[in-house]
């Protein structure tokens, strides 16, 4: 199992320019999700996932768009990249295995790093 | 609001002394599950350990140790006869479920430790 994938793993974009990150589960999880990590700010939750079709906002969504046509993969989309917009996008995904004895912890892709210029 | 509060930005240490990362959370959901991930130079977020709200015993792994109290919210974490391969980055997660059912994630800002031979 390839776990959690992240493609591409570097870009550098100019501002106003669109492009989209791909995250690739191969486990059957339900739930995926997007963070960025940025300096002294730990990760914050962009958008994440439920299920194949299923998109909701997280913390920070502004600028950023998702689609999970299928269940393996939730797709990130820049419109229009700002500099605001450099940072460390993680990608995650989790089953559902809730109560006392639930596996809950989220599987972590190696992270894209986005520069915008 | 949920939050997480790792109030250690950066910690240094000489080879082979203990220490202890502070996390501290702050929730009103009876259940819930905490995380401390570490995230080496290298970047890759690496899963350490998750407790669960009804599970208060301490738990040791190796050089690792945990003390999960609820009575203060606090899930810290020491590291003993610290090793130069434990330099990273140390994020604490606490585990909220959302209104659409899923479980969302809230990192704390992180603590860098450095560990000097």
């Known amino acids: 199992n390839a776990g959690v994938t992240q493609t591409p793993k570097f870009r550098v974009l100019k501002t106003g320019q669109s492009m989209t990150l791909l995250c690739a589960q191969d486990?059957?999880?339900?739930?995926m999700y997007w963070y960025r990590q940025d300096p002294g700010m730990g990760l914050r939750l962009i958008h994440y996932?439920?299920?194949?079709?299923?998109?909701a906002k997280g913390e920070v969504p502004d600028g950023y768009n998702v689609s999970r046509l299928k269940k393996q993969n939730f797709l990130l989309g820049l419109e229009s990249a700002a500099p605001s917009q450099t940072s460390v996008y993680f990608c995650a995904s989790q089953t559902y295995r809730g109560g006392t004895g639930g596996r809950i912890e989220q599987f972590f892709g190696p992270g894209t790093r986005l520069t915008v210029l | 609001a949920q939050k997480v509060t790792q109030a250690q930005t950066e910690i240094s240490v000489v080879e082979k002394e203990d220490v202890t990362l502070d996390c501290v959370y702050e929730t009103r959901d009876t259940t819930y599950y905490l995380f401390w991930y570490k995230q080496p130079p290298s970047g890759e977020l690496v899963f350490l350990i998750r407790r669960n709200s009804f599970d208060e015993q301490n738990e040791i792994s190796g050089r690792y140790s945990w003390n999960f109290q609820k009575s203060t919210s606090s899930f810290n974490f020491t590291i003993t006869a610290s090793q130069v391969v434990d330099s990273a980055v140390y994020f604490c997660a606490l585990s909220e479920i959302a209104t659409s059912g899923t479980y969302k994630y809230i990192f704390g800002t992180g603590t860098r430790l450095k560990v000097l031979a």
């Open positions: 486990m059957n999880h339900e739930y």
């Open positions: 996932s439920v299920g194949e079709g299923t998109t």
